[in-house]
């Protein structure tokens, strides 16, 4: 037996690392357990080409605890060490990386989430354990090597008994660990970090059933059998090829990520590169409706098949965050913080791979079943109009999958919209109006109206569709988007004729000093209008632009300073060829006179959802006491 001191200038290394990883010490699993992947993978290459002459054979990876004792054993049957390698890769390479790591971040140590970057994998056993061994035997015919560390610089190696290859890892864990002795605790971390490791991991066995033969008598009892419980798929969706895959297997592996999601994904895109950086990946589209408000954190990121974080921002781009599956690759830098992954060049080379896969296969399916495409609009727009606000790579490709449907579920495309409404939406200026409605329930009266002059309307209802025609009116300058209640229908299209009012000027300007002095000058603005007289008597509309910026300014990124909390204004459009108009104009009685314009108003507010509480008590009272 050989004893000896670790060359290590920090003395006593052990409480730093366990200080410094603390908040992250459930990774020394995911560690230990990507160390013997890393064996058993390297022996499988080794053997593949001749350089080893063993039968590699169907290894696995075992996770055992023994509660009573206190430890916890990692096993597997990869290359294993021979004692010199013990004394070069455990004593000298790991603890150099230990040393690296500490002096890096003795200071802040935030970002250690991923520390076998440093070579200190192995190490992060002693966040756990107070004592460590490893009994290990290579596959080169040399004897079997036993290292012993308490903790301290100080180790013991010695010969071992163990006549099978492969490498043994007891942690002797410590006493403000000993949850790690649960049996449910370890389940749940192989759960979340090893679930889809290429080499298969047993904990445990698990009872099967056997199949019931086809001549068994009525009272035959089924058959069990113990066999080891495998946790993980080593062979997962994203690491084979797209024409391996049928659409049930891409389900089933959304169900499998997914367990408690019960509604099926959209459809799928599978990331495939290996140039200029090595990337797979499944990401999923689930039904996102109109809400802004989506769980985000659920697609996870791996490295080579070991789960690193479902924190993707900066990798995926941030419109994307609401979909759901898998990143895997081996070329992001997890050694940094996030704000220098963001940084980093090989990741916004990723993102913008990202980005433009998602983009092509938008357009594929568009191409492909527009039918279907269409069905799932709503279901997924907020996803592609966040990603054409933010994404200027995603907004050019946008153009031929982005569509705008209008309130009779016709839907167009940006193109579409423009040829099919020229003819009859183009006004005197000759720029193009789009009319939309943002709820078809609330603003019926006024798409009604629209469309009885021939005119299609869009029904445009995402949280942040201000923010979109803005920028889409910015790219097209022939093009103007407007609410359909946001003035009168002949306003908002304005065409050559000009209808004749049956009031002078004069009988106007009475008519007007009439309304302003009882409609409350804080919220309406008063405006005469020589409309058909069968046009409605008393029309509310909300003026496009203000309503526009304090949309926006609501939703962030845009508008105008502090208008989100400035209250609403409105027009009142009065018809002053109504013979409601002419009414108010002639009557007398001033109680008469402001007992009809509160009635109108009333009526017109009604129309537009704004008459609540006690006005809509008072007004449903004086209605009924009109009809008594």
Not at 144 to 164: I, Q, R, V
Not at 501 to 523: D, F, G, M, R, Y
Not at 579 to 584: M, Q, R, T, V, Y
Request: one cysteine or more; hydrophobic letters at 35%; a negative charge.
């Amino acid at each position: 037996m050989t004893t000896g001191k670790i060359n290590v200038s920090v003395e006593n290394i052990f409480p730093l690392i366990k200080k410094f990883l603390y908040s992250d010490h459930e990774i020394f699993l995911r560690e230990l357990i990507s160390n013997g992947t890393d064996a058993t993978l390297k022996l499988k290459h080794l053997t593949s080409i001749g350089e080893a002459n063993v039968e590699y054979g169907t290894p696995i990876i075992e996770v055992k605890i023994d509660k009573e004792a206190k430890k916890i054993h990692i096993i597997d049957q990869g290359l294993g060490m021979t004692a010199d390698e013990v004394e070069k890769y455990i004593n000298q390479v790991a603890f150099s990386g230990a040393e690296e790591f500490l002096d890096k971040y003795k200071d802040s140590a935030k970002d250690s989430g991923i520390i076998g970057h440093f070579g200190l994998g192995f190490y992060s056993a002693f966040m756990v354990a107070e004592k460590v061994e490893i009994i290990t035997k290579s596959y080169k015919d040399e004897p079997a090597a036993h290292w012993t560390c308490d903790g301290s610089p100080e180790f013991s190696l010695e010969p071992a008994d163990k006549t099978t290859r492969g490498t043994e890892i007891i942690l002797h864990v410590a006493e403000d660990s000993l949850e790690f002795l649960e049996e449910s605790k370890i389940s749940g971390l192989l759960n979340k970090y090893n679930k889809f490791m290429p080499i298969p991991i047993k904990f445990g066995t698990k009872t099967e059933t056997l199949p019931k033969p086809e001549d068994a008598p009525e009272d035959y009892v089924a058959e069990t059998v113990e066999i080891d419980n495998i946790i993980n798929n080593p062979n997962p969706a994203w690491t084979k090829q797209p024409t391996e895959l049928s659409d049930e297997d891409y389900k089933n592996f959304y169900r499998e990520m997914y367990p408690m999601q019960f509604e099926e994904p959209l459809f799928h895109i599978h990331l495939n590169v290996d140039y200029p950086f090595n990337l797979t990946g499944i990401l999923y589209f689930p039904k996102l409706g109109s809400d802004m408000q989506i769980q985000r954190d659920k697609i996870q990121l791996f490295q080579n098949q070991v789960y690193v974080t479902d924190n993707v921002e900066g990798i995926v781009p941030e419109f994307l965050m609401m979909l759901r599956g898998v990143v895997d690759s081996p070329d992001i830098p997890l050694n940094v913080s996030r704000s220098g992954l963001q940084a980093d060049g090989a990741v916004k080379k990723i993102s913008n791979y990202i980005t433009r896969k998602v983009a092509d296969k938008l357009k594929s399916l568009f191409n492909e079943n527009r039918e279907d495409f269409e069905k799932k609009w709503n279901d997924i727009k907020i996803v592609l109009e966040y990603g054409m606000l933010s994404e200027d790579k995603f907004y050019e490709k946008a153009g031929a999958f982005v569509l705008y449907p209008t309130v009779d579920d016709k839907y167009f495309t940006l193109e579409e919209l423009k040829e099919n409404l020229k003819e009859k939406q183009t006004d005197k200026n000759g720029k193009l109006v789009v009319l939309y409605a943002g709820n078809k329930e609330a603003q019926h009266s006024y798409i009604e109206i629209a469309k009885d002059k021939g005119y299609e309307v869009l029904l445009l209802d995402s949280p942040i569709i201000s923010h979109l025609i803005q920028k889409i009116e910015g790219d097209n300058s022939d093009m103007h988007f407007v609410r359909v209640d946001s003035d009168h229908i002949d306003n908002l299209i304005k065409k050559e004729e000009n209808a004749i009012s049956k009031l002078s000027e004069e009988e106007k300007e009475s008519l007007k000093t009439v309304l302003e002095t009882i409609v409350p000058k804080q919220t309406y603005t008063v405006q005469l209008e020589a409309l058909d007289s069968d046009a409605a008597p008393f029309i509310i509309t909300q003026p496009e632009f203000m309503r526009r910026m304090k949309e926006m300014s609501q939703t962030g990124g845009g508008g105008m300073f502090g208008m989100g909390n400035m209250p609403e204004m409105y027009n009142l459009v009065v018809n002053s060829n109504s013979d409601l108009a002419l009414s108010i104009l002639n009557n007398t009685d001033k109680l008469a006179q402001e007992s009809l314009v509160k009635q109108a108003l009333d009526l017109a507010k009604l129309s537009q959802n704004l008459l609540k509480g006690e006005a809509l008590t008072a007004f449903v009272k004086r209605s009924f006491d009109l009809i008594k």
